[in-house]
Every structure is written in C-alpha cells, then in structure tokens.
C-alpha cells in the first residue's frame, strides 16, 4: 500500500454505516487524487461498504485529471459492488466538464450531500 508524501494533507474519508464519504475541498493536485483513489479502493475492498459520496462542493476547479480519477473511483467501486455519488458539483465546474468534453461515465450526480445519501438509501443510483 501507497504511504502518503510527507507534507501532503490527505483526503479524509470517513465511513457513515455503510456509505464512504469523501470531502474534498480547495485544490486537489495529481498525487493527492491518486492517493486519494487508491485510498477509496481499498475502504470499498475491506470495508464491505455498499456506496461512496463524494462531496465536491468546495472544489473550484475539476480539471481533466481529476474528472478522469473521478470516473475511474466510481468504476473501480461498481465492480467492487459499490454505488458512486457525486455531490455539490458548482454550476462552474459543471461548465468546466461540459467544455472539456468530460462526461464522467459511472458517476451519478446530486445537488448536495444529504440528496446523495438518500439516492444511496433508496437505490436510486
């Protein structure tokens, strides 16, 4: 398993019953969103958790890179039997992804956290 760099702060993904949520605030740079998949792959692995929030209202920027790890979380966690929602998306962003030619396969999307749990709740993803 990957350690984390030295100085770099990581991710924290926290475990609500059966769902991992992810917050992910301010500029999320290459390594920490690698780390920050591998990390979410393993919690899906071992925890036996059946779905993932992540929560991107306090990012400004998604770039291609991110949206790519994004996608590849929520692929990686499908085939480990585990639904992905994305949560918090800015209209911003939204724009970014669209003009990028982003579309984020595997992930559905909701306005905010609490809509997220409750489309993992009720399987609605």
């Known amino acids: 398993m990957n350690q984390p760099v030295p100085g770099q702060a990581q991710v924290p993904?926290?475990?609500?019953?059966?769902?991992?949520?992810?917050?992910?605030?301010?500029?999320l740079h290459d390594g920490?969103?690698?780390q920050l998949q591998q990390d979410v792959?393993?919690?899906?692995?071992?925890?036996?958790?059946?779905?993932?929030?992540?929560?991107?209202?306090?990012?400004?920027?998604?770039?291609s890179f991110l949206g790519r790890v994004l996608a590849e979380i929520a692929s990686t966690?499908?085939?480990l039997a585990a639904r992905t929602v994305l949560a918090g998306?800015?209209?911003?962003v939204a724009i970014t992804l669209v003009e990028l030619?982003?579309?984020?396969?595997?992930?559905?999307?909701?306005?905010?956290?609490?809509?997220a749990m409750e489309l993992l709740s009720t399987g609605g993803t």
Not at 14 to 26: E, P
Not at 105 to 111: F, H, I, K, M, S
Request: proline content about 3%; cysteine-free.
């Open 13 to 27: 993904v926290l475990a609500l019953g059966d769902i991992l949520l992810v917050t992910l605030q301010g500029e």
């Open 32 to 34: 920490m969103a690698e």
């Open 41 to 63: 792959t393993s919690r899906v692995a071992n925890s036996g958790v059946t779905g993932v929030v992540i929560d991107i209202s306090g990012v400004d920027i998604v770039d």
């Open 77 to 79: 966690a499908r085939l």
């Open 89 to 92: 998306m800015r209209p911003a």
């Open 101 to 115: 030619g982003l579309t984020l396969p595997g992930l559905v999307t909701a306005l905010d956290v609490d809509r």
